[in-house]
């Protein structure tokens, strides 16, 4: 029986196509990049993840596709992504796997799992936000979703995630700007994450609400400027 490597790399294909086809149904692709560059981007993407992942698999080293997870998180964030965002491809991957038939408990999909696993922090303000992710998410939710329509829990949950995982990543690599030109532009997208009558501005307040013990988060919170607020008006 040929080697898992060369059966996942016989798959490359399908694999990377399916892994990415859920993301693109986020609007923040196409408004953020443009719909065709999104794409362009975002399958060259996918095939490498399977080739780093055919690779790590070879070798039956795992830390290949973590090293390489860590490093391209790295250069995306820098280019207006966040640490959730490559998770989510993962994730994808992890699906396309278990399509195909590698499903959990096989190497393919353990090693992707790893890859996932890597890019949680592992020390400093970032690793601890991280951490307690799940409870803020809650409190923050909580404050909010009473004036949402019923069925809109999930998108809020998934919404906060999101600010945090951009919070968590500016913390991380100490870039203060990272956070300020994600708010920058997301505030002219936010009307089309459909949370209306619910603001950014608003999200963000309950999200500051909720930081207690997060000095270093709270603190680059504190140091948003406020000119990105009228793009909210």
Not at 49 to 78: G, N, S
Not at 100 to 110: C, M, V
Request: charged content about 20%; hydrophobic content about 40%.
């Amino acid at each position: 029986m040929p080697h898992v490597s060369l059966q996942v790399e016989s798959r490359t294909g399908p694999l990377a196509s399916a892994s990415v086809q859920a993301l693109y149904e986020d609007p923040f692709w196409a408004a953020r990049y443009g719909i065709q560059r999104a794409r362009r981007f975002g399958d060259e993407d996918a095939v490498f993840h399977v080739r780093y992942l055919v690779q790590a698999l070879d070798a039956a080293r795992p830390a290949i596709l973590e090293d390489y997870a860590r490093w391209l998180r790295t250069l995306l964030v820098t280019r207006g992504m966040c640490s959730l965002h490559l998770d989510q491809h993962f994730q994808g991957l992890g699906r396309a796997l278990q399509a195909e038939g590698f499903g959990p408990g096989s190497l393919p999909f353990t090693y992707v799992e790893s890859a996932r696993q890597a890019l949680h922090y592992n020390e400093g303000p970032a690793h601890v936000l991280e951490a307690d992710a799940p409870g803020l998410i809650s409190a923050v939710v909580r404050r909010l979703e009473h004036p949402l329509p019923a069925g809109s829990r999930p998108r809020l949950e998934q919404e906060v995630r999101l600010q945090l995982s951009y919070l968590s990543d500016a913390l991380a690599l100490g870039r203060d700007d990272l956070w300020h030109a994600h708010l920058q532009w997301y505030a002219g997208f936010w009307p089309q994450r459909g949370l209306s009558p619910l603001t950014l501005v608003q999200t963000l307040d309950a999200l500051k609400a909720t930081l207690d013990g997060h000095s270093e988060a709270l603190t680059l919170l504190a140091r948003t400027p406020d000119s990105w607020e009228e793009t909210c008006s």
